[in-house]
């Protein structure tokens, strides 16, 4: 029996759950504020895995591509995330070092969209930061050849079974191609769904004298 993807779509709902309100007159002037108070609320919220990103990056034809990662922080040098730089996205970003950041957070109806230059931090920042994170976390850094076409499952077994074993032996060990990015974002979008779809955006723009904000249509 197919499903009916149709029927299935149609019968689910969007902003049915018990939203929060956002008035953006009381928002903080500097974007990083309000993201850390969204994203801690998000926490109290239950909302699953509040830590993943929408990261969008563009082709060396200018043809844009996405995925899922980790966020790693945010503060004064940006929003970091991590990967393998020879990694199809790693490539990317080292080609056109620009990128977009979207997070969502359906508990609340929430969205934050971030766009702005990316830089690569250096070898022994982004190597501290994996050996901070879990054996699995480097156990995967380690299993290596990311975005490569991969022969077969056995293969990647055996291969990761090699990269938990010598994670486990050795917490410190060296992933030269693992590297941590910082996204300096130019405009910061926080998005506040509303019941009756009057969703409330409220837009960070950097300009040399500061953050300007804006409200924007929904
Ligand atoms: C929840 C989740 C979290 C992920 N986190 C990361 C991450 O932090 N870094 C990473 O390189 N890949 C992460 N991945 C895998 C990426 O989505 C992607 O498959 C991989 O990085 C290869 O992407 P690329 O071919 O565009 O380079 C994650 C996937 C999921 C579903």
Known sequence: MGTDLHELLRSLRVWDVDLPSFDPATAPAEPLALFTAWFAQAVAAGQVEPHTISLATTDEEGLPDVRTVMLHGADASGWSFATHIDS????????????????????????????????????????????????????????????????????????????????????????????LYHLRPQTVEFFQGEARRRHVRLNYRRTEEGWAKELLWP
């Open 88 to 179: 199809r996205k790693g490539r990317q970003l080292t080609a056109r070092p620009y990128a977009a950041l979207g997070f969502y957070w359906p508990a609340q109806g929430r969205q934050v969209r971030l766009r702005g230059p990316v830089t690569n931090a250096p070898s022994a920042e982004s190597q501290a930061d994996l050996h901070a994170r879990s054996t699995g976390a480097l156990a995967a850094a380690l299993t290596g050849r990311q975005s490569q076409v991969l022969g077969s499952l056995e293969e990647l077994a055996h291969t990761s079974e090699a990269a938990w074993e010598r994670a486990l032996r050795e917490p410190e060990a060296p992933v030269p191609t693992w590297t």
